[in-house]
């Protein structure tokens, strides 16, 4: 394709994430783009990361004065023939860059969760919030939902239809094919089953993600210790994450007398989330709300049988319950009890399911996240000559 028809992409992310660098080296590759990725931090509290990140693909880490990288500022005003794709409108330099593509009727968008309106705030910010979410995203030329509950909510908020494109989260579908990829790997999934009793067999439970209040891994212990006196199977229960609810959650597993059959692995890096991957039989999601976890795409890319909460925002999007994986509505623990039971006490069921889920990760590889960005990104910029 001739030169001048390639198109340049400057995408304003918050921070590097192995599932994000796997969608941005993609869109690096593909032929016709150059792309450009500003993070706007290097990690966060939730994300102690020490694998090497934002690596394979142009990016920088914004330096801020005042609040703005004003170098970016400069090239938001500047180039009229890019795209800014900014996922963020919370802080002072993504919202700089933001009036300053308007301000200049250049290409923008933007790429967002499904919005948080039910969380309490101020009344004076909640006010300010509202007044100018409800000014800024009708004049993006198009904004970007993470999944269908995203761009459903943003049509609540007043994103005209036409404006508004599904661009879900998208996980490695490649790597749960090849695992395990050597002797260390498959000793570390062993370890993993013999932390809770399911050495030789069994079924393990895998919570992830931030251990805070909105991810309701207390709820999954509480369904998983009425599971235990009723079932002759062994079952176990691996928690992979960092926050400050786990210390609140280890004392509630001792008090429920399931702190034998549940260990709390901390911070796992990709390899190690890889062999918690390996070593459970089900992946669950107990969240009192979450806009679109990863986790839930995760255990589906792995073939597991995957239980979500009805809130969760990827389990709306993909999961058809009984068929690719289940769903119980949030913050009904004899509900889950019952459904972690049932599928224990089944376990010739666990593979089909676990199929399934796999056919279901399958309809989604990275590549369909490029062909929407760069497709869109196309649009915009033939409506701007």
């Known amino acids: 394709m001739p030169d001048e028809e390639r198109i340049r992409i400057h995408l304003f992310h918050k921070l590097p994430t192995p599932y994000n660098d796997m969608l941005f080296r993609a869109l690096h590759s593909y032929q016709d783009v150059d792309l450009l990725v500003h993070h706007l931090w290097r990690s ?45 409108w919370g802080h ?19 790429w967002a969760d499904t919005p ?18 409800s000014w800024l995203l009708p004049r993006m030329d ?11 909510a943003l049509v609540a908020m007043g994103v005209p239809q036409e404006r508004l494109v599904s661009l879900p989260c998208f996980v490695d579908l490649e790597g749960p094919l090849n695992w395990p990829p050597d002797d260390t790997a498959r000793e570390k999934r062993q370890a993993f089953r013999e932390l809770v009793g399911c050495r030789d067999g069994g079924v393990v439970f895998l919570m992830a993600g931030t251990c805070i209040y909105k991810k309701g ?43 034998d059959r549940v260990a709390f692995l901390g911070w796992l ?14 992946v669950l999601h107990s969240a009192r709300w979450d806009p679109f976890p990863l986790v839930i795409l995760e255990g589906m890319s792995w ?11 990827s389990v709306q999007d993909r999961i058809v319950h009984g068929v690719n994986g289940f769903v119980f509505t949030s913050e009904d623990v ?12 089944q376990p010739e069921g666990i593979r089909e399911i676990g199929l399934e889920a796999r056919r279901t990760a399958e309809k989604w590889p990275v590549e369909r996240g490029v062909e929407t960005i760069v497709r869109t990104a196309r649009q915009v910029l033939n409506w701007h000559r």
Not at 92 to 110: K, W, Y
Request: glycine share 10%; aromatic share 6%; with cysteine.
């Open 217 to 259: 891994q207390d709820i999954g212990i509480r369904a998983f210790a009425a599971c235990q006196s009723t079932l002759g199977v062994s079952l176990g229960m691996i928690i992979a994450g960092v926050g400050p609810e786990r210390r609140k959650l280890e004392e509630l597993a001792q008090t429920l007398g399931v702190s």
């Open 142 to 152: 198009v904004v970007f939902g993470t999944g269908q509950p995203a761009v459903d």
């Open 92 to 110: 002072a330099a993504s919202i700089a860059v933001l009036l300053a593509r308007i301000l200049r009727r250049a290409p923008v968008s933007i």
């Open 334 to 345: 004899d509900a889950l009890a019952t459904l972690m039971k049932a599928i224990a006490s």
């Open 269 to 282: 890096d990709p390899e190690e989330m890889e062999a918690a991957y390996g070593a459970c039989d089900v």
């Open 44 to 88: 966060r509290w939730n994300r102690p990361w020490t694998v090497e990140l934002a690596t394979g693909y142009p990016n920088h880490y914004l330096k801020m004065r005042l609040g703005v990288d004003w170098s970016l500022l400069k090239q938001a005003l500047v180039e009229r023939d890019s795209f800014f794709l900014v996922g963020d």
């Open 303 to 313: 073939g597991k049988v995957v239980i979500g909460s009805h809130v969760c925002g």
């Open 116 to 133: 948080q309106e039910g969380l309490r705030r101020p009344w004076l910010k909640k006010v300010l919030r509202r007044s100018f979410l």
